[in-house]
């Protein structure tokens, strides 16, 4: 694959793998890393890729690996002061926030409750919900991708959106109360 | 909010500064090309140096890494379960007391085999306990491929304690004449116990039930978890009603998956024995009406090993007929999807399952039923008793003579919401019948913004197909 053709998909995937860097990675800076470090790793395993039809599918599992290590190393090497990690992303939102065409006045109480929601469930559920929701992969394409059945993939999404519904209006109660 | 566009919202587009970074790094690519570089001398990135060292091969997912800790973890808590178990075998009732001292919210279970006569002890906190004695255990014969597999066991409470269902409590104030008649006979039982009994009846939550096998593949474990993550959040059912000595009747089922060839045993022959262990979980919220108080929640697991031997079925296939529009169905959009016929050792059992089409006013009927019968303080915690709403509660099948066929006495049945609150499930035992039924008429009743008390009827015709093997 030439550089030319390399640059101009790496580029039409850029806000997915954004999205994919943000669902897995608590903190704004570790996931733009993340999407850079895929980028570089993309470009070096590009002889790897044996349908380029199959690009952003590898594409996007390298990526995941690359969140993998992040959050192993996270593991082992703890952050000696904590963070707000909710006002980290709402920097990065606000950062962003010129270049959304937002359909609706964005509530951002609302968005750290659903992040916080979204945080809870298990990263694969996680990951589910943001491919078919706002990438708008379908579930074969999804099982496909993390190499599940698509019963499977099916199951987590139903189960990831009651879960969802069920924290965000536990969290709204509580606020309520 | 919705979910879907939340999701947008919160992750967004990439922010300039990673366009930009990204931009740069293409471009040293496409230099590095230029001047026949075929890898670059670094990545193109601002991570640190560290985590350019830690590369994998690509392209492929490392979901199931173990770290050293996880291990350890593991180990220690594999010594620790042994060590319980040596206990346990020793003195069970004494430990589970001394684990279920406090107030904290926790999981009780109690995973010794179920079995008739034998008690089980579960201790809440140091002034409740609850001991079941299990009267009867029943589990059908009917495991085909793609089949329901019906299970029924009783469970008699002893000590001071009853164990009280939110939908009796909450129908407790309600015209008896809107129930239908087995559950007006099954709170009747209970009222009649309670005031025989002098007892306490406690509330229990069946909100989220849970139905296991272990091995249900009869293959490697990473078949069961496929087999079991794609069949039991939809489909696993439970139902309970009240005998007059204040035993709980649970009947439960859930269907087999398509394609779970392996659980079929060689098909046709019959005969092929499996060892299934089947486990029953009530999630019981304790509520003390007297006082209001909560008591912690816990899961209350019953065991049961049972050996089946696979396939003996008796079924009948129906093609549904509705013959009528029920304006209590229409208003919640509940369509009817399935109705199964079985003969199972205790009876007949009649399965039905819709699905709700408006959900939205379903929720909002279910959450001002029950705020109108619970307090705040009752609410919470209990979870949604949601079959105190629109679901059928009596059946009768009709037989072609025009005879009519009620539940038995014993496993009258009910009804409940699945999982996920789509699909509503009911399902009744009633006698065996060696001749084919030509109907089945249910009773549907529930709360309707104009009459709360409405009970309607809707009769299915059914025109079998074949008598199955």
């Not at chain 2, 008429?441 to 104009?450: D, E, N, V």
Request: aromatic content about 6%; hydrophobic content about 40%.
């Amino acid at each position: 694959m030439q550089a030319s053709e390399f640059s101009e998909r790496i580029t039409a995937l850029l806000p997915t793998l954004n999205r994919v860097a943000l669902s897995q990675l608590r903190r704004w800076v570790e996931a733009q890393d993340a999407v850079l470090e895929c980028v570089a790793r993309a470009w070096e395993k590009r002889e790897q890729l044996r349908e380029p039809r199959f690009f952003n599918t590898w594409a996007i599992r390298i990526l995941l690996n690359i969140c993998h290590d992040i959050q192993r190393r996270e593991r082992h090497e703890p952050l000696l002061f904590g963070t707000d990690e909710n006002s980290d992303v709402r920097e990065g939102r606000s950062a962003t926030r010129a270049l959304i065409e937002a359909p609706e006045p964005v509530d951002e109480e609302q968005l750290d409750r659903l992040r916080e929601a979204l945080f809870s469930l298990d990263e694969r559920t996680r990951l589910i919900l943001m491919l078919f929701y706002v990438e708008g992969y379908r579930v074969q394409e999804i099982g496909q991708l993390l190499e599940m059945r698509s019963g499977s993939v099916r199951s987590r999404l139903s189960r990831g959106r009651a879960e969802l519904r069920r924290r965000m209006d536990s969290a709204l109660k509580r606020i309520e109360r | 909010m919705e979910i879907e566009h939340g999701l947008r919202q919160l992750f967004g587009e990439p922010s300039e500064g990673l366009q930009e970074r990204v931009r740069l790094a293409l471009d040293r690519i496409a230099a590095d090309e230029a001047e026949g570089v075929a890898t670059p001398t670094h990545p193109p990135t601002l991570t640190s140096p560290a985590r350019q060292g830690q590369e994998r091969p690509a392209g492929r997912l490392r979901y199931f890494r173990i770290s050293r800790a996880v291990l350890v973890a593991a180990l220690a808590m594999v010594l620790v379960l042994a060590a319980a178990m040596v206990a346990f075998a020793l003195n069970g009732s004494r430990i589970i007391e001394l684990l279920s001292r406090g107030d904290a919210p926790r999981s009780y279970s109690d995973d010794s085999p179920l079995q008739e006569g034998a008690g089980s002890l579960v201790t809440l906190t140091e002034a409740v306990t609850l001991r079941f004695d299990v009267a009867e255990v029943t589990l059908s014969e009917t495991l085909n491929d793609g089949e329901y597999l019906h299970f029924a066991l009783q469970v008699q409470p002893v000590d001071d304690t009853v164990l009280l269902l939110p939908g009796y409590l909450a129908e407790s104030d309600r015209p008896m004449s809107s129930l239908g008649p087995r559950f007006k006979d099954s709170q009747e039982r209970l009222g009649d116990y309670l005031a025989r009994s002098g007892r306490t009846p406690y509330l229990i939550d069946i909100s989220r039930p849970a139905i296991e096998i272990d091995n249900p593949s009869g293959a490697s474990a990473e078949a069961d978890a496929a087999l079991m993550e794609d069949t039991f959040s939809a489909t696993s059912n439970l139902v309970l009603s009240y005998e007059s000595d204040g035993s709980i009747i649970v009947v439960g089922s859930f269907r087999l998956p398509s394609g779970s060839a392996s659980l079929s045993g060689d098909s046709g022959t019959g005969a092929d024995a499996r060892n299934l262990d089947l486990r029953v979980s009530l999630t019981p919220a304790y509520l003390a009406p007297a006082t209001g108080a909560l008591l912690p929640e816990g899961t209350l697991s019953l065991r049961q090993a049972k050996s089946l031997a696979v396939p003996v079925s008796s079924g009948f296939d129906a093609q549904l007929l509705v013959n009528s529009e029920p304006a209590l169905m229409t208003a919640y959009g509940i369509r009817i999807d399935e109705l199964r016929l079985v003969n199972t050792p205790t009876g007949m059992c009649v399965y039905l399952r819709a699905s709700i089409a408006d959900r939205g006013a379903y929720d909002a009927a279910l959450a001002g039923s029950l705020e109108a019968i619970l307090s705040p303080e009752q609410l919470q915690g209990t979870g949604a008793a949601k079959h105190v709403l629109v679901l059928p509660t009596d059946a009768e099948i009709n037989l072609d003579d025009g005879a009519v066929v009620l539940p038995a006495g014993s496993y009258s049945g009910g009804s409940g919401v699945s999982g996920d609150g789509e699909l509503l499930y009911a399902q009744f035992i009633l006698p065996a019948q060696e001749r084919l039924p030509t109907s089945v008429t249910f009773a549907f009743r529930g709360p309707s913004p104009a009459d709360p008390s409405l009970t309607e009827t809707v009769r299915i015709e059914l025109e079998p197909a074949e008598r199955r093997r």
